[in-house]
């Protein structure tokens, strides 16, 4: 059975920086492609980045903030996020495949 849980959110000044991690059994990173989505309150959920194969992919609105990673032997990923606006607030959820976290939640105050 696939697991995935996320852990790191919180609640950050606008500027600061939080790591997100997502912790995945029953299925192997290394082997696939995974992605962070998010959701802000009030929309829908949209991609925010993505890695395979060591090609990372971003959506404009992180681009040159947020850096995701994964490291093979932990089964982890991750997202750096830096200089993080207000407008990041959301539940940030990771994801493989079909398979979804419940999410973690990340408030940024101005």
């Known amino acids: 059975q696939v697991q995935l849980v996320e852990s790191g959110g919180g609640l950050v000044q606008a500027g600061g920086a939080l790591r997100l991690s997502c912790a995945a059994s029953?299925?192997?990173?290394?082997?696939?492609?995974v992605a962070w989505h998010r959701q802000a309150p009030g929309k829908q959920r949209e991609f925010v980045a993505s890695?395979?194969?060591?090609?990372?992919v971003y959506v404009d609105s992180v681009k040159g903030r947020f850096t995701i990673s994964r490291d093979n032997a932990k089964n982890t990923l991750y997202l750096q996020m830096n200089s993080l606006k207000p407008e990041d607030t959301a539940v940030y959820y990771c994801?493989?495949?079909?398979?979804w976290g419940r999410g973690t939640r990340v408030t940024v105050s101005s």
């Open positions: 890695i395979s194969s060591g090609v990372a």
């Open positions: 029953g299925i192997m990173f290394r082997f696939n492609t």
């Open positions: 994801g493989v495949g079909d398979w």
